[in-house]
Structures are given as C-alpha cells and as structure tokens.
C-alpha cells in the first residue's frame, strides 16, 4: 500500500532514482522564455507558461527510464495561482506518462487543517457531493514534528486511496543536527525517535513488498545515519535528497538499500534540471541532456547497489 506502485516502477525500469522539478526561471532556455513572454509579456502568467512547458519537456524525455518526479510546491507558489495551475498541470502530466508524483510541500498541521492538506494533495475535495481531485499526487512530504495528531488524518486518506507519505526524519542541510542530533532522555537521537514514529505509523499502511506507506526522508549528507537508519527501519522506505549538487555521491546513499536493491529513492534536482547547462549544450537539447544525466545518475546508483529485485 502507499508505496507499491512506486517500488514496482522502480524494480521494472531498474533506476531507484526521482527527477526533482524545482525550476527557476534561470533554468529554463532562452526560447522556451520568449515563446511563453510573447503570449502573456513578462508576468507570473507567462513565467508559468514557461515553467510548464519546461516540465513537459523534462518528462518526456524522462519517462521512459525515470520511475518517478517530485515537484518542489514552494517553485511554484511563487508565481501566486498561476504558479500553483501549473504545479497541478504538472502533476496530471507526470502520471499520464505513467510517473509515480511525490510532492514536495513539507505539510505540517494537524486535526481538520492536516484533514484539508490530505485531501488537497493526496485525496479528493467534495464539492456538493461530488468527489473531485485537486492536485492528485501518490505521495507527499510531511513534518512529523506535530505528532501523531499531525500524521492520522494522512493515514486515513492514504489508506482509501493507496497514498504514501515522507516524513522529515534527518534531513540533508548542514544544520539539521541542530535539532536532529540532539539526545532525548533515553539517549537516543531526535531523528532515531522520528524514525521509530514512522515505523509504527507505517503498521496502518502495510505493503505487499514490505514497506510501509509511510517513508522517511534522510539525506545522503549523511551516509552513517543512513546506514543506522536503513537497520533500524525494516519497514520503512527512504526518500533520499543531497545527491549531485549538495554534494552526496552513490556511494554515499549506498546505504539506504536492502539486499534486494530496495529501499529507497534517490533525488537529483538541479543536476538534472541544470544539465543542460553544465554540458554547456544547445539550449534546444535541454532534455536531452536531462536525459543523459539521468542514465548516467542512474547506472552510478546501479553500480553500487546491483541488480533490483522485488521479494
């Protein structure tokens, strides 16, 4: 539940690997720009177009050897409503092309309020009876540091409609130990504690390969905790950012994988996003070197890990 369709996604294109669609507009070629300004000048309408457009690109191109994306909701509330229709654009897009969408919003809440969050990016709105979805991810990122008031009415909502979500647990930036690391009164970690809350979460929402629909976000900033982590939470699959650009290698996310190759996800955002720019390619093959970034992330992880094997 939650996560089966994404581990069979991954077991079936062999590639434990997400496409991070932050763009910024600095990203996005020159003439994807002009075309989207010369319909609607240089407002937050034509950034979007240009944002859109953009995506498509990098998902047709992706695909075919990519499992999954995850849209980075922040990128796009910046450029207010017409910023956030493009963010469900992309979504819709993503899954028609038969990707699994984790977004990532970071929700925190708790009661009616994280009822509503559910509902808006994993479930359904009723609208007079009428059960319509409003965004329509499979997964969501969340902060578990409101409790388990914060989590129950995602389990509720992931379980009807087969959903997962990721919940922060040790995060990839430089000052996450601040909190993160710090000892409770039973000696163990805060992260060690959030962890273990995700593994009894996870009980709600079993999987038929062993994982649970509630997954945990750890970075590869952090391969010793990975490796901790990854023991400790048998149920519990990884979303793992810091690849490429914050500098975690495969060998460093390594860890996050089981004997079978499973385990976790790997993020590359402006690795793949920027590709084209680190190639210093035409413009116009801003997929394509999207693309070869990709196969070459991907066959870097393989090498590592070896062949991925559903149980």
Same mark, same amino acid.
């Given at each position: 539940?939650?996560?089966?369709?994404?581990?069979?996604?991954?077991?079936?294109?062999?590639?434990?690997?997400?496409?991070?669609?932050?763009?910024?507009?600095?990203?996005?070629?020159?003439?994807?720009?002009?075309?989207?300004?010369?319909?609607?000048?240089?407002?937050?309408?034509?950034?979007?177009?240009?944002?859109?457009?953009?995506?498509?690109?990098?998902?047709?191109?992706?695909?075919?050897?990519?499992?999954?994306?995850?849209?980075?909701?922040?990128?796009?509330?910046?450029?207010?409503?017409?910023?956030?229709?493009?963010?469900?654009?992309?979504?819709?897009?993503?899954?028609?092309?038969?990707?699994?969408?984790?977004?990532?919003?970071?929700?925190?809440?708790?009661?009616?309020?994280?009822?509503?969050?559910?509902? *808006?990016? @994993?479930?359904? $709105?009723?609208?007079?009876?009428?059960?319509?979805? =409003?965004? #329509?991810?499979? +997964?969501?990122? !969340?902060?578990?540091?409101?409790?388990?008031?914060?989590?129950?009415?995602?389990?509720?909502?992931?379980?009807?409609?087969?959903?997962?979500?990721?919940?922060?647990?040790?995060?990839?930036?430089?000052?996450?130990?601040?909190?993160?690391?710090?000892?409770?009164?039973?000696?163990?970690?805060?992260?060690?504690?959030?962890?273990?809350?995700?593994?009894?979460?996870?009980?709600?929402?079993?999987?038929?390969?062993?994982?649970?629909?509630?997954?945990?976000?750890?970075?590869?900033?952090?391969?010793?905790?990975?490796?901790?982590?990854? *023991?400790? @939470?048998?149920? $519990?699959?990884?979303?793992?950012?810091?690849?490429? =650009?914050? #500098?975690?290698? +495969?060998?460093? !996310?390594?860890?996050?994988?089981?004997?079978?190759?499973?385990?976790?996800?790997?993020?590359?955002?402006?690795?793949?996003?920027?590709?084209?720019?680190?190639?210093?390619?035409?413009?116009?093959?801003?997929?394509?070197?999207?693309?070869?970034?990709?196969?070459?992330?991907?066959?870097?992880?393989?090498?590592?890990?070896?062949?991925?094997?559903?149980?």
């Amino acid at each position: 539940m939650g996560m089966d369709k994404l581990l069979e996604k991954i077991a079936a294109l062999q590639n434990p690997t997400v496409a991070g669609l932050d763009p910024k507009l600095s990203y996005i070629p020159e003439h994807i720009r002009a075309a989207s300004y010369e319909k609607y000048g240089k407002t937050l309408e034509g950034a979007a177009d240009a944002l859109l457009a953009y995506n498509k690109g990098l998902i047709d191109a992706l695909c075919d050897i990519v499992p999954a994306v995850k849209p980075q909701a922040a990128y796009y509330e910046m450029y207010g409503w017409q910023g956030v229709r493009t963010l469900a654009e992309t979504i819709a897009y993503a899954r028609e092309k038969g990707m699994y969408v984790i977004t990532d919003g970071k929700r925190n809440d708790i009661g009616a309020t994280m009822t509503a969050y559910a509902a *808006a990016h @994993l479930g359904t $709105t009723d609208v007079e009876g009428e059960e319509v979805a =409003a965004f #329509g991810a499979d +997964a969501l990122t !969340v902060n578990g540091y409101l409790g388990t008031d914060g989590i129950a009415p995602l389990l509720e909502v992931c379980g009807k409609g087969n959903k997962g979500i990721f919940v922060l647990v040790k995060t990839s930036n430089p000052s996450s130990g601040e909190l993160q690391d710090r000892k409770l009164e039973d000696g163990q970690t805060v992260y060690r504690a959030m962890g273990a809350m995700c593994e009894g979460w996870g009980e709600k929402l079993p999987g038929k390969y062993g994982y649970s629909g509630v997954g945990c976000v750890v970075g590869a900033t952090y391969p010793a905790q990975l490796e901790e982590l990854r *023991a400790a @939470l048998p149920h $519990t699959f990884f979303l793992v950012p810091g690849y490429g =650009a914050q #500098g975690g290698g +495969a060998a460093d !996310v390594a860890p996050a994988f089981d004997k079978n190759g499973l385990g976790a996800i790997v993020n590359s955002s402006r690795g793949i996003l920027c590709a084209w720019q680190k190639e210093k390619c035409d413009g116009a093959d801003y997929a394509g070197a999207a693309r070869r970034e990709a196969i070459r992330m991907r066959d870097e992880i393989v090498g590592h890990i070896g062949k991925i094997v559903l149980p």
